[in-house]
């Protein structure tokens, strides 16, 4: 029997009235290169294994989640904004220009599923009262609000590991000897080992801002950016305390 992963790749950095996060279309864009490589597990973006969202809307999201019942584990990031609502007291995320999402709502969605998910939220987790224009269609209001809660965060100089693509695949590439198929088999052989349950990452503590790193080529969420750099360096402890 065939076992099926699904990975979902979502940026929202480009909200309006909000500062513009460059770096969460390339999260994206990072995110599939490190799934494509080996040590990623040699994802396939010519199947239905990687599913790319830009602004999605929450329909959108929800079917996407919906569909991952099929599946025997699924891989979700999300790069852009978000904030922690002081009414509610939960995180979220701004979908698009008008919708927003909690974390907890999207782990109500996965927990009937029963998936082993790996679920990345690269945003911010500063305390705010999520704007009124989600409820109210006054756009100067929409504005003022949101530029008031969404301070744009601080790019970092990352100089680390250049992550040039053709760099990046031979230095994933170089050391490895086994064909596709072993190599996925024993992805799944570690994928086993893990329970199976729903990991949440999240890039900052609450009431914190996450960064944007910039590089010589690129910028990025500096907590993915981070992630994956930390997947072949193997030094989580220094580069994601």
């Known amino acids: ?56 809307s929450k329909d959108e999201l929800i079917n996407e989640l919906m569909s991952l019942s099929c599946y025997d584990y699924a891989f979700i990031t ?3 904004h978000g904030g922690h609502n002081t009414q509610t007291g939960k995180d979220f995320i701004f979908l698009n220009n ?35 224009y989600f409820k109210d269609s006054d756009i100067r209001k929409q504005v003022e609000i949101l530029l008031e809660n969404l301070k744009k965060p601080p790019i970092t100089d990352y100089k680390d590991f250049p992550y040039a693509d053709g760099i990046l695949l031979e230095t994933f590439c170089k050391p490895i000897t086994d064909n596709i198929e072993n190599i996925q088999k024993k992805w799944w052989k570690q994928m086993d080992s893990i329970p199976s349950e729903i990991v949440l990452i999240q890039s900052c503590n609450k009431g914190e801002s996450a ?17 994956i750099d930390a997947a072949f360096n193997k030094d989580f402890d220094n580069r994601l305390r």
């Open 1 to 56: 029997m065939t076992r099926r992963r699904k990975a979902i790749l979502i940026d929202s950095g480009n909200v309006a009235g909000a500062p513009q996060l460059l770096g969460a279309s390339q999260d994206v864009k990072n995110w599939m290169t490190y799934l494509k490589t080996p040590l990623g597990g040699f994802w396939n973006d010519h199947t239905d294994e990687i599913k790319q969202m830009s602004m999605p």
């Open 211 to 227: 960064s944007e790193g910039i590089d010589e080529s690129q910028q990025f969420g500096l907590f993915s950016r981070s992630m």
């Open 78 to 80: 999300f790069s852009g």
């Open 98 to 132: 008008t919708t927003i999402i909690s974390i907890n709502e999207i782990i109500d969605l996965l927990k009937p599923l029963e998936v082993k998910t790996t679920l990345i939220i690269d945003a911010c987790r500063t305390n705010m009262i999520p704007p009124a």
